[in-house]
């Protein structure tokens, strides 16, 4: 059973649809305007929404647009008109709708599309938010443009970032409607993905995040895939916290598939250059995992001073973590600065210096501490990233983390 939201201002539609939905064994709720729409939609989380495009206060594509650019649309949805045109289809499914239905909806026409969104959904089920289509300053805005002109070709792009600053936001961004999204995550993932890439990726966008850290072999074995790749309409895009040209020079990274994965360089800004995002930013982070909780004035403030070194999977970290041991509805700024100050201590591995008067063993336990410290804070507790960065095995990360003392991230704590 999923929970789907309708909203129509014709009575009529809105009965329909929710008894058809009902009977398909659907949680349903309806609502006649935006106003309402809006309400539901912030207390109830719906799985789908069915989103007229004309109605009396504000129509759909504008409710639409606000919810994409809050960074809240994390569900299908899916547009409904009467009066709908192609230029208005293509609008909403430039903004982000899953799909278009014109009414009168045919009965077979609405179970499909339905079932189609929520099976989807479901396997698309670690989609990552784009935290405020990444952000409103006119650095943010900039990037966005891009993203979005580069989402209008189909040639390889490469995103160059500071860890953490936004290359997977902006790689969802690239993601084709309805097609096949798969992303390969270092060297292990490329084992377990790279044999059936061709088959897999078919007409859809393979994103190879980190594609520095591909082994020599398996860049080559990525090179002989690239002529079937483009047969077969994928298109590739990737991330790298390294400049790969520095990897060409040491001979780690393939001069060849450099030069394929290189046609479009694209530099994500740190979050320090777009500081004047970190509030809403915040506030988008808290609201996918605590839709009840909220900031205090004070608690914004000290996000906004904090210079975020790991970026925004630091931001989503901390930001979720306060929410995790705050007490009541409100998170306070001595909840916040509580954090603040843990996950500075964590980052804080680049310029620190160890006793080297400890036994070896002591201080190799301190060095491990901090880099896997490091990397949660950088991964915003991504296990499958932390894994993958440190290359290890999940199962001797999770020992090694409990043999530290440093406490394994809860599903409920962070984003996975």
Known sequence: MSKILVVD??????????????????EVNVAENAAKAK???????????????WM????????LKEWASSGLMTMPIVMMSGHGT??????????????????????????STVSAALRDQSRDS????VYVTLGKTETALNLKRKCEALAKTAGPVLFLEAPGSGADQCASLLKKMNKPWVVISGSQEYEAKGEQL?????????????????????????ISKWGSLQEAGTRVIASSTARLSSL???????????????????????????????IEMSKSVLFQKYPAKSFSIAALNKLRSFDWPANLSQLSAVVLSSAQFSIGEEITANDVTAVLENSARETRIEGSS??????????????????????????????????????????????KLKQLGIKTPRKNEVPN
């Open 354 to 399: 160890f006793d080297f008067n400890k036994d070896y063993r002591s201080a190799r336990e301190m060095f491990d501490k901090s880099y896997l410290e490091y990397h949660l804070a950088k991964e915003g507790g991504n296990m499958s990233r932390v894994a993958s960065q440190a290359g290890i095995e999940r199962t001797h990360l999770y020992r």
């Open 39 to 53: 309400e539901i939609f912030m207390k109830d989380r719906p799985e789908l929404v069915l989103l007229d495009i």
């Open 9 to 26: 201002d014709e009575i009529g539609i809105r009965e329909l649809l929710s008894e058809i939905l009902r009977e398909e064994g659907h």
């Open 198 to 222: 061709v088959e897999t990726s078919q007409e859809g966008v393979v994103f190879f995040r980190e594609i520095g850290l591909l082994a020599k072999t398996q860049q080559m074995d990525l």
């Open 248 to 278: 060409v020079s040491q001979e780690k990274f393939d001069i060849r598939l450099y030069e394929l994965i290189c046609e479009t360089l694209v530099d994500v800004p740190p979050l320090k250059d777009r500081i004047e995002d970190v």
């Open 86 to 111: 192609i230029d208005t289809a293509v609008e909403a499914t430039r903004i982000g709708a899953y799909s278009f239905l014109e009414k009168p909806v045919a009965l077979q026409k609405l179970l």
């Open 126 to 129: 670690a989609r990552e938010p």
């Open 56 to 63: 009396p206060d504000v129509d759909g594509v504008s409710l």
